[in-house]
């Protein structure tokens, strides 16, 4: 029987997850046994049909915007999971549902590689956006003890709003982290309403969109001098560390609790 991977959220437009796993498949040589599926939920109530439709399906992704909303449905969670308070990668094991942050391992090994490229580690940070991803962001950044603030379309206390920010909290701050789908394909027009005026060499400008490869955040932060850094290696990471999940768990529960 075919074993069944895929990719929950909505709309899902594009998928990377669905062509790597694809590619690696074959690469490995067991696209006859394994299949990378998209699954897009117009809502995520939908979740339990879908399983009951795929008896052959062992592992999910999940994607915008469903990385919260997704934990009601699960049996379990990982320790890092259980911290941060989002999914993104889903085991079926013995009749359970058990959520993974694979986000994490993504974003640290590559955001280590880009600050060490740039000049050193980072001090102080915004994180844009407020959604699963920011989560696992901050959770990353509090573990490295970089200080940092949410900016928020609609902040809450403790957060600023993108009118907030100004020069003095611009030069405040060498790491700026884009975790809003803003700038993805097909609306490669849009970009986050920063200051980018304020941006210059000293600063890092980290993008979770990977397409298009440079998104307009990115492209704005390069020509102020900023160094910049799409969300490919982090994508890479994360769906390495889910394939992990899938096929060893002992294997990742262990690197799950060394993380924390």
């Not at 049909?49 to 915008?64: E, F, Q, R």
């Not at 590689?113 to 696992?136: C, V």
């Not at 982090?234 to 690197?255: C, F, P, T, V, Y």
Request: proline share 6%; with cysteine.
């Amino acid at each position: 029987m075919m074993t069944y991977f895929g990719l929950i959220g909505y709309p899902l437009s594009h998928s990377f997850s669905e062509g790597y796993f694809t590619e690696k498949f074959a690469q490995i040589g067991v696209s006859d046994q394994f299949c990378y599926e998209t699954y897009p939920l117009p809502q995520i109530a939908d979740l339990p049909a879908l399983i009951a439709s795929k008896p052959g399906l062992l592992g999910l992704n999940v994607t915008i915007p469903y990385k919260e909303a997704v934990m009601t449905y699960l049996d379990e969670l990982s320790p890092a999971a259980a911290d941060i308070g989002a999914v993104n990668t889903i085991l079926f094991e013995d009749g359970k549902l058990i959520g993974y942050n694979t986000d994490v391992m993504g974003f640290e090994e590559s955001l280590d590689d880009f600050l060490m490229e740039n000049g050193g580690p980072s001090a102080n940070a915004l994180i844009l956006g407020t959604g699963g991803a920011a989560k696992a962001i901050a959770w990353v950044l509090k573990k490295k003890g970089i200080n940092f603030h949410y900016v928020s379309r609609n902040p809450i206390a403790g957060q600023w709003s993108y009118q907030d920010l100004n020069e003095e909290i611009i030069a405040g701050v060498d790491l700026i982290v884009n975790t809003t789908p803003l700038g993805m394909s097909p609306n490669i027009e849009t970009c986050p309403d920063i200051p980018y005026h304020c941006l210059g060499k000293g600063h890092r400008l980290y993008d979770l969109v990977y397409n298009p490869t440079e998104p307009l955040f990115l492209k704005r932060g390069r020509e102020r001098g900023a160094a910049t850094l799409n969300g490919l290696a982090m994508l890479h990471g994360q769906a390495e560390a889910a394939w992990s999940i899938w096929r060893n768990k002992e294997d990742i529960s262990k690197k799950d609790e060394e993380t924390r």
